[in-house]
């Protein structure tokens, strides 16, 4: 099994930048494609973007499509979601996902049903 802790959430400003941090532990997160969603106020979990083991990503089209990067670096375990230009409609609580892929290092999923394990989740508020 695997264990995963976000971090590095809080308070931004519209136009900003924020950095979040997924750790993994139990497991290498290199077995892993990862992935970011997201759970506003009153709203459905919504898919933000994900990466495969050899770094391949997608992402939300209408909503964080070039403004948000993910990245990961297998030799130190987390993974990151850059969030640039926020807009307060980004305000939401934001989990880290992980699926354990063997037979491909390029495979990633979009629907969060696909996924066996998730962090705690950390808030990110956007100001206007």
């Known amino acids: 099994q695997v264990q995963l802790v976000e971090s590095g959430g809080g308070l931004g400003q519209a136009g900003g930048s924020l950095r979040l941090s997924c750790a993994c532990s139990?497991?290498?997160?290199?077995?892993?494609?990862m992935a970011w969603f997201r759970q506003a106020p009153g709203k459905e979990r919504e898919f933000a973007g994900t990466?495969?083991?050899?770094?391949?990503?997608?992402y939300d089209q209408a909503s964080v499509k070039g403004r948000f990067t993910i990245s990961r670096d297998n030799a130190k375990n987390p993974v990151y979601l850059q969030l640039n230009s926020l807009k307060p409609e980004d305000t939401a609580v934001y989990y880290c996902?992980?699926?354990?892929?063997?037979?491909?290092?390029?495979?990633?999923?979009?629907?969060?049903?696909?996924?066996?394990?998730w962090g705690q989740g950390t808030q990110v508020t956007v100001s206007s």
């Open positions: 990466i495969s083991r050899n770094g391949l990503t997608t």
């Open positions: 139990g497991r290498p997160s290199s077995s892993y494609a």
């Open positions: 996902a992980a699926k354990e892929i063997l037979y491909s290092r390029s495979r990633y999923y979009t629907n969060g049903n696909d996924y066996d394990y």
